[in-house]
Structure formats: structure tokens, C-alpha cells
């Protein structure tokens, strides 16, 4: 029963950081609600879009409202000139406006703005910071697809093994091998094959760059290396530094799940595009923001 009660609180937990991960993070939509006699449409607009195609962002259509809506964007840290394009209804009852296309690693800041019924609105509110939507390129399913499971696989087989330190001693030394090993493969091999579809390099990170995805992919791998390291395949006599090493992996792990998702990423330097450098060799990352 106590085994289970573990097994049960480190998917919770883990889940928990994922879901936080994600849903604070930059690709995150940007969501909220629209009002109009008293009841609530909901939007959720576009923060990542493949650059296959302009991304189209979609606002609710309120029926016998009189509304209209604008689409308001330029090019992510510019000085150049808002462009305003008005949003259409499509067949599936949504007002739709579409951003243009993207090299890998650009980024539209945009905003909504029009009115219902008379009464003017504004997505975001008018002082707040604009929506900024990243473009990247594709990514195979079987780089991907592998590349998540064993992200997910780290997290709670990490927890795992850190709950084991304080319930169940005896098991930490396989759920730490487990967490090492989902780490390298899915993090230090799939992650920069992700990396390099996405924005077109293997690794921004340290110390090449300063790419907060990678630089956590780094913090969360060494302090499993480490860890591993301390306690060795075998039991110790005296195993309080391997528990510690242990928990002190698992801690460092779940600090930085919880830093949201592509902080400090790749982002194209339109001013080198426009100098004539190709957008390829224009990409810089967090540390050179």
C-alpha cells in the first residue's frame, strides 16, 4: 500500500510540474474572454505557429452584436510600422485574420482590438505587453513524439526516486538509473535533433548561448550524472550522502520544471535579415536578448 501511495503522489507531482510548465510558458495561447450581456466568449490566441503557413488567429464571432474586430502586428523588437488587417468570418463561425509567414525563430507581436455592440475592447488591454508569436519549422513525429515521452518518463521516475530516498531506500538506485538514462536519451540526444528541426541548431546553450530550454535540459542531466555518480550501482554501508545526492537531484529537477517552457529561446534578429544576412545565421537566444 505504501509503494502505491508513492507511485500515486510522484504522478500527481509530476503532472502538476507539467502542466504548470506548459501552461506558463511563452508558447502557451494566450487566453481570456470576451463580454457581451453578460456572457463570456472565449479566445485563445496563437503564441507558436510552423512556418508551413501564416498563423491564423481566431476571435470568437458574437451573432447579432454588431462586432468587428482588427488585427494589429509588426515584427518582434522593430521600429517597424503596425500593419492593421481586419478579421473575416470563416464557415466554422469564427473572425479570422492571418499574421504573414516567418523564418524560423521570427516573431510577430501583435494585438486585437475592435468593438461589440458598441463597446470597444483590446487583447491585451491597452498598456499591457503585446501577444508575441514565435514561427519554428517543423518537427518529425519520431523525433518528437520519443523526445516527449521521455521527458515525461524524467519527471516521474525523478520524483520517483526522490520519494524513494524518504519512503522506500531500497528502490532509489533504480529510479535514479531510470531518471539518468530517459534524461540522456531524451533530453541530451532527442532534445538537440528537436532543437536542430525546430531553429536549425543542435544547441543554444551553454556554452554557446543562452537558450533556457537547453540550459535546464544541462542543469537537470548533470544533477542526475551526479547523483548517479555518488551512489554507484551498489548499496553503501552508510548511504546518507547517496540519499542526499538522490534528493537533492530530484529537487534541482522539479525547481526547474517549474521555470516555464522555451523562456529565452531562439529568436531571429531582424535588423542582420535586413542587413541581407540569411535569417539561418541571424538567430540569437536568451542571453543575447
Partial sequence: MKKALVWVLSIVLALAAMIYQRSTGPTYEYKGYVEHNGEKHKYELLRTHETTGGASIEMPYIKDADMNATLNYKRYQTSDSITTLNFELNSDNQFVAQLPVQPAAGKMEYYVTGSIGGKAFSIPEE???????????????????????????????????????????????????????????????????????????????????????????????????????????????????????????????????????????????????????????????????
Wanted: with cysteine; charged share 20%; glycine share 10%.
Fill in 127 to 289: 498598456g499591457k505587453d503585446k501577444i508575441v508569436l514565435r514561427y519554428k519549422d517543423p518537427v518529425s513525429d519520431f523525433i518528437l513524439i520519443p523526445h516527449v515521452c521521455m521527458m515525461i518518463i524524467v519527471i516521474i521516475f525523478g520524483i520517483r526516486a526522490g520519494l524513494s530516498v524518504l519512503f522506500d531506500p531500497n528502490t532509489m538506485r533504480k529510479w535514479t538509473v531510470v531518471a539518468f538514462s530517459a534524461m540522456t536519451l531524451g533530453g541530451m540526444i532527442l532534445g538537440p535533433l528537436v532543437q536542430k528541426s525546430a531553429f536549425g541548431e543542435y544547441w543554444t546553450g551553454f556554452p554557446y548561448g543562452g537558450d533556457f530550454t537547453d540550459n535546464k535540459m544541462l542543469i537537470m542531466w548533470l544533477a542526475w550524472a551526479i547523483a548517479l555518480a555518488i551512489i554507484g550501482f551498489k548499496p553503501k554501508k552508510k548511504e546518507n550522502i547517496s540519499r542526499a545526492a538522490v534528493l537533492t537531484a530530484a529537487i534541482v529537477m522539479t525547481v526547474v520544471y517549474l521555470i516555464p517552457h522555451s523562456m529565452g529561446g531562439s529568436t531571429l534578429d531582424y535588423e542582420q535579415v535586413d542587413k541581407g544576412i540569411d535569417p539561418k545565421e541571424a538567430i540569437r537566444t536568451g542571453a543575447e536578448e
